[in-house]
């Protein structure tokens, strides 16, 4: 995929000089930014490329403080032109990690770190510690989070951006939502606005499903024909210039019942009630009680959604940039602290087995003072 540059060199060195200092804190003598299809933002944050083709293509990013070169980029996407959309003049066309991303680091460099730790393919690690005896390689992944938590105001125009592609999406959605609508084709109708609204890819399958599934809080389309009564959710994301959007919306065909309304508008409330206590300085911690609050004082503190055992209690957010999972956790163990800057997904979750569910999901940029919200989409989307 070719588009242009969303950002300056300095920009880049600007992310690139604030890394280095963390690492320097860190006693890191190097840093590796990691990028598979499956776990993408590491290396889009710090060179501005990830490969656009598959699963088979990855990326790496390299700084080494007072290396020759100081800065790298290493893929096997040759087909993208990586060197005209990186800010960077040393790129390495490789298919074989292994051996060049050893050959690129000074023996010195025995302590690294690596953004985007839990994806590291084993032959990579295993050829980094053989290159050098006593090399500590460790999880820098949060050190890299760190720095890109608070956004440049030339990152939250491309978020502004990507977010109002999204709205595109949800908006196709709401429209061809009818009695004997397709999920697939509105799964067509979605993808379709995405793209024609200007998006570079789909960083996700857009996630469409009705009926007995919203109850659920994920689900993916089939070809189930809707009826009357039917919730229906879509979940889509799109990516623009390395960025990823993620909006979610839910709606009826026709009027729902009242103990489903009552679902869908707790949900709406507990949004409201997070954007409310969204303020600089807060605990993340706060933001998410705040919504548990709501659901809890309309009796539906037991639906909150935890698909698993171990899945984070009171998980209703979290940040978003390059990465589609970044800094704050909206959650109730979270340490982090609300700052100007951040960019934060909601994303109130309900279900109640047997009786219906809902997913807002929407973007909102904290700001000095009231947080500004990133979707024009109306957050109640359903029959009133």
Not at 10 to 36: H, K, N, P, Q
Not at 241 to 248: E, F, K, N, T, V
Request: net charge negative; hydrophobic share 40%.
């Amino acid at each position: 995929m070719s588009y242009p540059r969303a950002f300056a060199k300095g920009e880049f060195e600007r992310r690139a000089a604030a890394v280095t200092s963390r690492m320097r804190d860190a006693g890191l003598d190097a840093l590796i930014a990691y990028s598979v299809r499956n776990s993408q933002g590491p290396v889009a944050y710090l060179g501005g490329y990830e490969p656009d083709l598959g699963l088979h293509d990855v990326s790496y990013f390299l700084l080494i403080p007072g290396g020759s070169p100081e800065a790298v980029l290493v893929t096997n996407g040759f087909w993208d032109d990586p060197a005209s959309r990186t800010w960077v003049d040393d790129v390495v066309i490789s298919y074989k990690f292994e051996r060049s991303l050893p050959e690129l680091l000074p023996s010195t460099a025995l302590r690294i770190g690596v953004a985007g730790f839990d994806y590291l393919p084993a032959p990579v690690y295993l050829g980094l510690k053989a290159a050098q005896p006593g090399r500590e390689i460790v999880d820098a992944t949060r050190l890299v989070k760190e720095v890109a938590q608070i956004k440049s105001p030339a990152e939250i125009e491309v978020i502004r951006t990507c977010m109002s592609i999204n709205d595109c999406g949800g908006r196709a959605f709401l429209a061809n939502v009818h009695e004997g609508a397709n999920e697939r084709l509105l799964q067509v109708a979605v993808e379709q606005a995405l793209m024609q609204a200007g998006a570079d890819g789909l960083y996700y399958n857009p996630q469409i499903y009705s009926g007995p599934s919203v109850d659920h809080g994920m689900g993916m389309r089939t070809d189930r024909v809707l009826r009357a009564g039917d919730q229906v959710q879509v979940d889509c994301g799109a990516m623009y210039r390395g960025y990823r959007g993620d909006l979610s919306r839910v709606t009826t065909v026709g009027r729902a019942a009242p103990e489903v309304r009552h679902i869908m508008e707790t949900t709406a409330l507990m949004y409201e009630a997070m954007v409310d206590a969204l303020r600089p300085s807060t605990a993340a911690a706060d933001v998410a009680r705040a919504g548990i609050r709501v659901a809890e004082a309309h009796g539906l503190g037991d639906c909150l959604y935890r698909p698993t055992s171990d899945h984070p209690a009171g998980m209703l957010g979290h940040g978003i940039g390059c990465w589609v999972h970044e800094l704050p956790d909206i959650q109730l163990d979270s340490t982090d602290v609300i700052q100007p800057g951040m960019v934060v997904v909601f994303e109130t979750i309900l279900g109640r087995p047997g009786t219906g569910g809902a997913k807002i999901e929407d973007a909102v940029l904290v700001t000095e003072g009231t947080p500004e919200r990133l979707s024009s989409l109306p957050v109640r989307t359903w029959p009133l």
